[in-house]
């Protein structure tokens, strides 16, 4: 299997699978000298680990962190960082009935007429579990960012009940109080009533994650071919479950006049100019403009659920299947912790491309 690996300055290549006896990933191109310890990757795989509240699934995994190269004395210093994480709750036997047929919505089918097999328990590498290396690498890649780039996502959407709070009236505190990475309260409560129902009668609903990067200075990115967007689009549209990516005001855009879209401009304190709105999502012809970096992504609803499906076995006879184990009745909860890190091992990347094209003084 090709394509392990993202990025091209700051390049990460992860492996393992979810009922293996680890998981991890190896990031290149990290500048020496830069402050990193197993703490700075711990935050946020913390966050993103599961059995945290009765919304997630009940997979016990501790998601420790060790890093096994690239830092002495608590710095990095230009080879190769690699980062393992062991898992340590499998139950491999939940799916041995549903070895030889297709799961609905989930990658065995293609997996197993591209490769000419699969690893059926728990779906090897199509698995979300593989999302913790990808949470891994961003906290290397917030390290490369510094303070100055700050990297958050919130919740936005369950199921069809949306997130109505205006976005200034937001509190980013709040994201971390309750199991929604949710920015208000009230709402936040209500989605728990909304999962309750969904969990009970053995469903899955999707989401809608908003993930922003504020501090992004002008300049980033690049025209035609290296487009920051364009990089964004790809690296969130590579996360499991994610069907749609949209950058500003994405699909809504296409309702706006020519005069309500086109964010105006007036002169700055500094000299930059001061934008009047963001629609543009902070990125103008694949190129930063200094305003933040806004972008959504789509989870599905999760595939495995308690319900019996029709299906067809390797054998191209019909039958059912029911899911059994422990799964996400919304992946997208867990979901935010990794949209922040591929926002941020994107950002990285192009941070680093942008001093190697423009001078060591580029931001």
Known sequence: MSHNSFGHLFRVTTFGESHGPAIGCVVDGTPPGLPLAEADLQRDLDRRRPGQSRHTTQRREADQARILSGVFEGRTTGTPIAVLIENTDQRSKDYSEIAAKYRPGHADYTYEAKYGLRDYRGGGRSSARETACRVAAGGIARVVLGPSVIVRAALVQVGADRLTVPRKDWDWDEVGRNPFFCPDAATAERWGDLMDGVRKAGSSVGAVVQVEAEGVPPGWGAPLYGKLDQ???????????????????????????????????????????????????????????????????????????????????????????????????????????????????????????????CGEGAC
């Open 231 to 357: 990089d964004i689009c790809s690296a969130l549209m590579s996360i499991n479950a994610v069907k749609g990516v949209e950058i500003g005001a994405g699909f809504a855009a296409a309702a706006l006049s020519g005069e309500d879209n086109a964010d105006e401009m007036m002169p700055g304190p500094d000299g930059r100019p001061v934008f009047t709105d963001n629609h543009a999502g902070g990125i103008l012809g694949g190129i930063s403009t200094g305003q933040t970096v806004v972008a959504r992504m789509a989870v599905k609803p999760t595939s495995s659920i308690l319900n019996p499906r029709r299906t067809v076995d390797r054998e191209g006879h019909a039958t059912d299947i029911v899911t059994k184990g422990r799964h996400d009745p919304c992946v997208g909860i867990r979901a935010v912790p990794v949209a922040e890190a591929m926002l941020a091992c994107v950002l990285a990347d192009h941070r680093l491309r942008h001093r190697a094209q």
